[in-house]
C-alpha cells in the first residue's frame, strides 16, 4: 500500500482534496467494526436486468456490495419471498395494473408485478453475489396477505422478522443497509433500524431505487428526518 507521503507526492494537492473528500484516508473513513454488520437487501434475480419487478441498473449494486462486504465481520442478506398470489401483487386484484395503489387492513399498497416467488430463480439471490461469510439469510413477505418491505417488521406494523432480536442478540448497534430497492426494502428497512435504536447508515451507491410516484425523493427525506446517515462506499475503510 501506499503511505501519506507517497500519495502527496505523486498526486499534489488537488489529487489530495479529492481523496480526502471522498473518505479516502483512515482520519476519516469509516470503519464498520465487530459491532456492525452490512444488511444486503433484496439482491435477487426478480429486481435485476431481465427479472419481472427490474431496477433500472440493479446490477451495478454487485460489484460494489462484494467490495464493502469484505470490510464486515457480521453480514445479514435479505430474500423478497413472497406466496403465488400474493397480497401484493396486482394479478390477485381483479382489475388492477402494476404501480397502482390500493387501501388494504393495514394502509396503502403499492401493487407490483408478481415477483420473488417463494422458491423460483427469480426469487434466488443474484449468482455474482460473493459474499461468503453471510451469517443469515432473513426471507420477507412470506404472509400471503401481508406484505414486508422491512427486514425487521412486516407492513402491517407489528408482525417481527425477528431480525431485530438477532441484531441485540449478537451485540449489534450500527447496520449498513446496501441493495434494492432504496426506496422500498431499503428505506423502510433503514427506517426500522432507526426505531430499533440502531446507528444505520445507508450506502448510496449500493442501492438503486425503482421510483414511483415520488417514492425516491420520499424515502430520503424520510430518511435524513430519522437520523439515517446517508454516506458511499468510498467512505467505509477498506
Ligand atoms: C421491493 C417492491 C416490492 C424491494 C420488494 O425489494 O424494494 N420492492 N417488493
Ligand atoms: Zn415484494
Known amino acids: 500500500m501506499w503511505d501519506r507521503r507517497q500519495i502527496l507526492a505523486g498526486f499534489g494537492a488537488a489529487g489530495l482534496a479529492t481523496a480526502a ?8 473513513a469509516i470503519k464498520p467494526g465487530e459491532t456492525a454488520a ?3 437487501i433484496d439482491v435477487q434475480n426478480c429486481f435485476l436486468p431481465g427479472g419481472s419487478l427490474a431496477v433500472k441498473d440493479g446490477e451495478q449494486v454487485v460489484p460494489i456490495i462484494n467490495k464493502i462486504a469484505k470490510a464486515f465481520g457480521n453480514v445479514v442478506m435479505t430474500q423478497d419471498w413472497h406466496t403465488p398470489a400474493h397480497v401484493s401483487f396486482a394479478s390477485s386484484h381483479s382489475g388492477k395494473k402494476p404501480f397502482e395503489v390500493i387501501d388494504l387492513a393495514y394502509g396503502k399498497q403499492v401493487l407490483w ?4 416467488v417463494q422458491g423460483t430463480e427469480g426469487a434466488a439471490l ?4 460473493s459474499i461468503p461469510q453471510a451469517e443469515l439469510i432473513i426471507r420477507k413477505g412470506f404472509h400471503n396477505d401481508v406484505d414486508s ?5 412486516e407492513a402491517d406494523g407489528k408482525t417481527s422478522t425477528g431480525l431485530g432480536a438477532y441484531l441485540k442478540a449478537r451485540g449489534i448497534d450500527r447496520v449498513f443497509v446496501a441493495g434494492l430497492a432504496t426506496d422500498f426494502c431499503v428505506a423502510w428497512t433503514a427506517l426500522d433500524a432507526r426505531k430499533a435504536g440502531l446507528e444505520t447508515y445507508v450506502v448510496e451507491d449500493a442501492c438503486r431505487g425503482i421510483d414511483t410516484q415520488g417514492s425516491l425523493a420520499k424515502a430520503w427525506a424520510d430518511m435524513a428526518a430519522a437520523g439515517v446517515k446517508r454516506i458511499k462506499s468510498d467512505d467505509i475503510a477498506a
Open 149 to 153: 418491505y422491512s427486514a425487521f417488521t
Open 38 to 40: 452490512l444488511l444486503v
Open 21 to 28: 473528500g471522498r473518505g479516502a484516508f483512515a482520519a476519516d
Open 113 to 116: 408485478p408478481d415477483h420473488c
Open 126 to 129: 443474484s449468482k455474482d453475489l
